[in-house]
């Protein structure tokens, strides 16, 4: 009774290991799509609204789930706030408000990339700069969906391969 009572708990193990590393694909993809809408938000009110930088990221954070809403609207707040501090070091700060979001630390490097670029006075730059980063997160989040619908299958058959196996091989 209790060997199958720890088979089960090894099976169901293996299984639910597979079954995570599926939902984390999953969670990349769809944090990169709340970040393509992020910066889509960003550059409209920019553009239609003639919103200052500082003011655009609070409207817009606001409007998407966290932790991207959270990450734009208390960055707002502190550009609104903080004058004194540069603006990329008030960016680093509030990177780590992204923590778990699924996200690969190429993705990271590619937002911590867009905070050094993005600081320019003038608007048409800072639209262009939105533009282009924006299709960048659409390309990896597209990417993303691919190897989702590959990799995930094969994520939850391998964990059940491998229970079976541990189950087999125990018993």
Same mark, same amino acid.
């Given at each position: 009774m209790l060997k199958a009572l720890g088979m089960a708990c090894l099976f169901l193990g293996c299984f639910f290991w597979g079954f995570n590393k599926s939902l984390l694909l999953?969670?990349?993809?769809t944090a990169l799509?709340?970040?393509?809408?992020?910066?889509?938000?960003?550059?409209?009110?920019?553009?239609?609204?003639?919103?200052?930088?500082p003011e655009a990221?609070?409207?817009?954070?606001?409007?998407?789930?966290?932790?991207?809403?959270?990450?734009?609207? %208390?960055?707002?707040? +502190? #550009? *609104?706030?903080?004058?004194?501090?540069?603006?990329? @070091? =008030?960016? %680093?700060?509030?990177? +780590? #408000? *992204?923590?778990r979001t699924?996200?690969?630390?190429? @993705? =990271?490097?590619?937002?911590r990339e867009l905070g050094g670029?993005?600081?320019s006075v003038d608007v048409g730059i800072q639209l262009e700069v939105l533009k282009f980063y924006e299709e960048m997160a659409g390309g990896r989040a597209k990417k993303a969906g691919e190897e989702y619908t590959v990799k995930a299958r094969m994520y939850r058959y391998l964990g059940?391969?491998?229970?079976?196996?541990?189950?087999?091989?125990?018993?």
């Open positions: 999953k969670g990349r993809i799509t709340e970040l393509q809408k992020l910066l889509n938000l960003i550059c409209g009110e920019i553009r239609c609204g003639h919103t200052p930088l990221f609070l409207l817009s954070g606001r409007k998407v789930r966290a932790p991207f809403g959270r990450f734009a609207s %208390e960055l707002g707040e +502190s #550009l *609104l706030k903080e004058e004194k501090k540069p603006f990329v @070091d =008030l960016w %680093e700060e509030k990177l +780590s #408000l *992204l923590g699924g996200l690969l630390s190429e @993705d =990271l490097d590619l937002i670029r993005i600081q059940v391969l491998f229970g079976l196996f541990v189950v087999i091989l125990l018993f």
